[in-house]
């Protein structure tokens, strides 16, 4: 079965003809009016934008995007709905909206190219009521034909004015919702699980091989080891046994240091106890030399005055 093609505005710029869509777009204008931010010319870019993304087969969309070097998920490549609703998220973005206005956009209109002709202006109403006026002024702007687009404002009838105005509207209120929108999450395609998997397969295979080599070096290292040790012990047996007599002589060292710091210690506090006995000794003779001296000098004085 068939999948039908599925439109981001084209079933919108069939029924814009209708009275009531005019009075649906000004309420949907009325109630964003974030909308209002948005130039006239950038949302007749992004109209014509969309619609050429309906309107196309496919095919040429892909074809048109890669020769404007405009990225895009592979898995895009065969649905042109999801793959224009990836475009048009991205409309704010000025290198994005060039490459495509530029390079990957060729909707030709029926008239534009007998507009200089005699038939002026009246060339173009035919794919006004056909296409909608704002894609078509759009189109004129990036043929080099914008100084023609007063005189074509100038030439729709009423109702074609107030269909203009309502795409236009439409076309606000739509681009918003597009820029404004979160990213959907991506599913890696069949093809680039493929090729990761692939590329797993590869790490998988150089981390074993990496283990075996770790593995093989770790073991030629111990055996280096092993035979350097026996080679040393071989050229020098006395080596062994001198370093046993060093290792003797600095433990005895090392007790030794540490018997004398005991001694030493144990001097030190006996000396500081004499120190102190004898200091006390000295203060209480020089307290009775005092004392004697005081009573002296209290009888010399006395036998002086008798």
Not at 219 to 226: D, H, I, V
Request: proline content about 5%.
């Amino acid at each position: 079965m068939v999948r039908g093609r599925r439109y981001l505005v084209l079933r919108e710029i069939a029924a814009s003809v209708a009275a009531e869509f005019a009075a649906d777009q000004e309420r949907r204008y009325a109630a964003c009016p974030e909308a209002a931010q948005y130039p006239d010319e950038e949302a007749e870019d992004f109209l014509q934008a969309a619609h050429y993304m309906d309107y196309v087969d496919h095919k040429q969309i892909v074809s048109n995007l890669q020769a404007a070097r405009i990225s895009f998920p592979i898995e895009l490549t065969y649905d042109e709905y999801r793959l224009g609703r990836y475009i048009l998220r991205r409309w704010r973005d000025p290198i994005l909206r060039q490459a495509f206005l530029q390079r990957a956009l060729t909707l030709d209109f029926r008239g534009i190219r007998k507009l200089r002709g005699p038939e002026g202006v009246t060339a173009l109403l035919p794919s006004v009521d056909w296409y909608g006026a704002p894609q078509v002024i759009s189109a004129l702007r990036h043929h080099g034909l914008g100084d023609t687009v007063p005189a074509v404002m100038a030439a729709l009838s009423p109702a074609q004015a107030s269909r203009y105005r309502a795409l236009l509207l439409f076309g606000k209120v739509l681009m918003h919702e597009f820029i404004t929108q979160p990213e959907p999450p991506r599913q890696p395609s069949p093809w680039e699980q493929q090729k990761l998997a692939r590329r797993i397969r590869l790490r998988d295979v150089q981390l074993h091989a990496m283990t075996r080599s770790s593995h093989a070096l770790r073991r030629e290292r111990q055996s280096l080891l092993r035979r350097v040790r026996a080679a040393r012990r071989q050229q020098h047996p006395e080596l062994d046994g001198l370093a046993s007599e060093l290792a003797k002589l600095r433990a005895a060292h090392t007790e030794a240091a540490r018997l004398h710091a005991a001694a030493l210690a144990e001097q030190a506090c006996v000396h500081r106890e004499a120190a102190d006995r004898l200091h006390a000794e000295l203060a209480a003779a020089l307290h009775d030399y005092q004392r004697t001296l005081t009573v002296r000098t209290a009888w010399s004085a006395a036998e002086r005055r008798q």
